[in-house]
């Protein structure tokens, strides 16, 4: 998994025009549709849940790559999945029993991620890189798009791609939070490969050429 792939975040797209919108980025050449499912109580924010990802299933052929920030996502699993979602994080800092849960987005045929906040250290994932397909590195504190980048991430997600290569895994690594043109490319320089964007795509006047900027950014 060495390829770059752009991921939109609808987060910041116009929700009443959701089909319109996510039309224009995969017909720019956007590899997977970001979701952010945030519940108001693991984050300070609340914004959608199984019935709008089926909706989303309805209108793209793009992979749906639900992003769960919430205190119970255990609960939820099957609904996301029968939604349509193809890969399905979680944050390590709620789920108690991460194995169990890993095991059943696979079950359930999703890919399995895990997240963690930038002040989440990786030592959290020395047990369980063997189970995930994904790790998606925060790299701004979750709960709303347009927030600024924190540098410190940088060299985390460098330290993420040497343990993820020491162990000989094939896990690929998404970024989230603040990214666009500007530090696209230092992010895939240190092994980023899943590039989440929300209002660096959704919040210009062309989301698909914003697509196609920031692809060409990444790959420098
Ligand atoms: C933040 C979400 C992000 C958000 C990113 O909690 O996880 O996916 O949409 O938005 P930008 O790209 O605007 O920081
Ligand atoms: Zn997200």
Not at 11 to 26: G, K, M, T
Not at 42 to 52: H, S
Request: proline letters at 6%; glycine letters at 8%; a negative charge.
């Amino acid at each position: 998994q060495t390829e770059v792939k752009i991921a939109p975040s609808i987060l910041s797209a116009d929700f009443a025009r959701l089909a319109e919108e996510i039309q224009r980025v995969e017909a720019a050449g956007a590899d997977l549709l970001h979701v952010d499912v945030m519940d108001g109580h693991y984050v300070p924010n609340l914004t959608i849940g199984p019935p709008v990802v089926a909706a989303l299933r309805r209108v793209t052929r793009l992979p749906l790559d639900v992003h769960l920030m919430m205190t119970n996502p255990d609960a939820f699993l099957k609904d996301f999945r029968d939604a349509g979602a193809d890969s399905i994080s979680v944050h390590v800092e709620v789920v108690h029993h991460l194995h169990r849960t890993l095991e059943a987005i696979r079950s359930l045929g999703a890919r399995p991620g895990v997240v963690l906040n930038p002040g989440t250290s990786l030592v959290l994932l020395e047990e369980v890189l063997p189970f995930v397909d994904f790790v998606l590195v925060m790299t701004v504190n979750p709960g709303f798009g347009g927030q600024r980048f924190i540098e410190a991430c940088l060299p985390k997600v460098a330290r993420l791609r040497r343990m993820i290569d020491e162990r000989g895994l094939d896990v690929a690594i998404e970024v989230d939070g603040g990214i666009g043109r500007h530090n696209v490319r230092a992010l895939v320089e240190r092994g980023a490969q899943w590039i989440v964007a929300g209002s660096a795509v959704f919040g210009t006047p062309d989301p698909g050429l914003a697509v196609r900027q920031l692809r060409a950014a990444a790959l420098g």
